[in-house]
């Protein structure tokens, strides 16, 4: 069973910078894309950025929401077995609590996956 635990959430200003981590503990990440979304109060769940596996034709394949294209960038480190997202020019909107989530199939931003992580709260405002 592969199990996500996201951490590096917490309170910044804004145009501050923060990053998470999702780490993978079960099974070797590299096989699965990754999503990270995030929810906030009242709001459905929204995908934020996506990273195919690391065996994909086209090697690690990414997208973003236009919401944080620019700004978030999502990157791997297999040997670690852990997925990161560093988050830049943080705005009070980007406010909510972050997933990670996990799957073989590659669902990039749509919320399908299998595996989820409990999230980590991140909270921008001055």
């Known amino acids: 069973q592969l199990q996500l635990v996201e951490s590096g959430g917490g309170l910044v200003q804004p145009g501050g910078s923060l990053r998470l981590s999702c780490a993978a503990s079960?099974?070797?990440?590299?096989?699965?894309?990754i999503g990270w979304f995030r929810q906030a109060p009242g709001k459905e769940r929204e995908g934020v950025s996506y990273?195919?596996?690391?065996?994909?034709?086209?090697?690690?394949?990414?997208e973003y929401a236009d919401s944080v294209k620019g700004r978030f960038t999502i990157s791997r480190d297999n040997a670690k077995n852990t997925v990161y997202l560093q988050m830049n020019s943080l705005k009070p909107e980007d406010t909510a609590v972050y997933y990670c989530?996990?799957?073989?199939?590659?669902?990039?931003?749509?919320?399908?996956?299998?595996?989820w992580g409990q999230g980590t709260q991140v909270t921008v405002s001055s």
């Open positions: 989530a996990a799957d073989l199939v590659p669902y990039k931003l749509e919320p399908h996956y299998k595996y």
């Open positions: 079960g099974f070797p990440l590299d096989y699965y894309a």
């Open positions: 990273i195919s596996n690391s065996h994909s034709n086209q090697g690690d394949n990414t």
